[in-house]
């Protein structure tokens, strides 16, 4: 029930506990509460479903009916988020902190181009599926984004998940695939494109949560979004002169370098909110608030294009709302059954109460 407690030598050698963004504004007297009951969780969650949803319809727009480049259009997001990044360090506006550190921790550049690397695969190889696939086959197979976030955590951080809610997945996950199904439009590049998306979107999560909230680092939103968009550019540089579409980029107009901007400030705004949102909840929960996020872009999809609305689509819908009031539940349970302190990281970096 209880993991092997460590003594004072190891808890000064390691990193202390990991901090939620509710627990630091207790500590500076302000009132809330944990995880997405927060209002400030809210307003950013909100937000984080608001610009998913215009860089996503943005991207299928450039692609399909300007017949974009996906690298052109990757690498746009990336430089947008530098720009856009490197001015949020000293005018955050109310999206964490700015930067304020005098020198750099050690590892700092290390873990930024970690995650600095992940961003542009998840960007790449998601705009890559979207080339090939419908919006609906991409969000389907990222709907098992849950059980990978599960195993990452484990393995990345050595954080435990209740059975409880490992079984509030499957409805969760189950009513997201069942919401697309209608309209699956297989090829074998967009399916294994989207796959390694969802693989390098989880891992990127997990790693921002512990450079976010881990009291060793305790990046801001702002500093990670532009460290990392810079350490992306040493990927982006060569994949552009080996994958670019120098033809396509030949023709771009002004209209497409219009929605190539737009795009980008929507992409920043996206990623710098979904960061900020870490601080308060965890992993899991993020990967299921994620889903949720899904199902909302396809249904808004279905209303923007005016897809055929079926039953299948309605009753996952159902599925997947039903299935994050599971979640909720079953942390409660979780959390009740098994208080307990758990060592985060193979070096036991942090430790976490659960």
Request: net charge positive.
């Amino acid at each position: 029930m209880f993991s092997k407690p460590c003594d004072e030598s190891e808890m000064k050698e390691s990193a202390p506990l990991i901090t939620m963004a509710n627990e630091e504004e207790k500590k500076t007297g302000t009132t809330t509460n944990a995880g997405l009951q927060n209002v400030r969780a809210l307003l950013f969650l909100f937000l984080w479903y608001f610009f998913s949803g215009c860089t996503l319809f943005l991207n299928k727009y450039i692609l399909t009916f300007l017949y974009g480049d996906p690298v052109l259009l990757g690498s746009c997001q990336m430089l947008l988020t530098l720009v856009c990044g490197y001015t949020q360090l000293f005018y955050p506006c109310g999206m964490g902190q700015g930067s304020t550190r005098s020198s750099k921790p050690p590892g700092f550049y290390k873990h930024m181009g970690v995650v600095g690397v992940l961003r542009f695969c998840t960007v790449l190889f998601g705009l890559v599926a979207l080339n090939y696939v419908a919006v609906s086959f991409t969000e389907t197979v990222k709907s098992s984004a849950p059980a990978f976030t599960v195993v990452i955590s484990k393995l990345l951080l050595g954080q435990n998940t209740g059975i409880f809610v490992k079984l509030s997945l499957i409805p969760v996950m189950g009513g997201l695939a069942l919401c697309s199904a209608n309209e699956l439009s297989y090829n074998l590049i967009g399916f294994l494109a989207a796959l390694v998306t969802n693989v390098s979107e989880c891992c990127q999560n997990v790693y921002s949560k512990m450079l976010i909230s881990g009291d060793g680092f305790k990046y801001s939103p702002a500093e990670i979004q532009f460290y990392t968009s810079v350490s992306s550019l040493v990927v982006t540089v060569p994949s552009c002169l080996v994958m670019m579409d120098w033809n396509r980029v030949g023709q771009t107009d002004a209209v497409m370098l219009l929605c190539l901007v737009l795009n980008g400030i929507f992409f920043h705004l996206q990623t710098i909110s979904a960061y900020v949102l870490m601080d308060y909840i965890s992993p899991v929960t993020h990967s299921v608030a994620n889903t949720g996020k899904r199902a909302f872009l396809i249904w808004s999809s279905v209303i923007l294009f005016g897809n055929e609305v079926t039953f299948l689509s309605g009753l996952g819908t159902l599925i997947v709302i039903l299935g994050v009031l599971l979640y909720n539940m079953a942390l409660k349970v979780d959390a009740k059954a098994a208080q307990r302190l758990v060592q985060l990281g193979t070096k036991k970096m942090f430790v976490e109460k659960i």
